[in-house]
């Protein structure tokens, strides 16, 4: 009864993106952090993974279904090398401009921030209905 109320609801979309916003963010602080690493290529998340997810989760929503214990969230193996900027002038084959991932980890910290924000308000409105109070 209460995985069908969980599942009419945006959770399980704004949980997806929670997982990816948090593996991207530690993966933009590791490009933050090999900067100086010759030869170092920065990896991001696939957008387009990201979007199938998405995808699917809202998918889910109407027509429910329970996770298998073997599918996991985004994870850093599933990063991958994306492609150099034009912005990025260095005498070795490294990749990483700290201005662009500042900014991407600046941007995906106010994706995560709304996500959570309203997960919060959707779990005080299940709590509302709960709980019977109007």
Do not use: C, W
């Amino acid at each position: 009864m209460y995985s069908s109320i969980f599942q009419s609801t945006t959770i399980p979309v704004l949980q997806e993106m929670v997982n990816f916003s948090q593996v991207r963010h530690t993966m933009l602080a590791g490009n933050i952090a090999n900067l100086d690493t010759p030869g170092y290529q920065f990896r991001d998340l696939s957008v387009e993974d990201f979007q199938q997810r998405l995808q699917t989760a809202i998918e889910a929503r109407h027509h429910p279904k329970p996770r298998s214990p073997g599918e996991p969230g985004f994870s850093p193996g599933e990063s991958q090398s994306v492609q150099t900027p034009h912005t990025v002038i260095r005498r070795d084959p490294s990749n990483v401009a700290l201005e662009q991932q500042v900014s991407e980890m600046v941007k995906n910290q106010m994706q995560h921030n709304l996500a959570i924000a309203i997960m919060q308000s959707q779990f005080r409105l299940l709590q509302t209905a709960v709980s019977g109070h109007v």
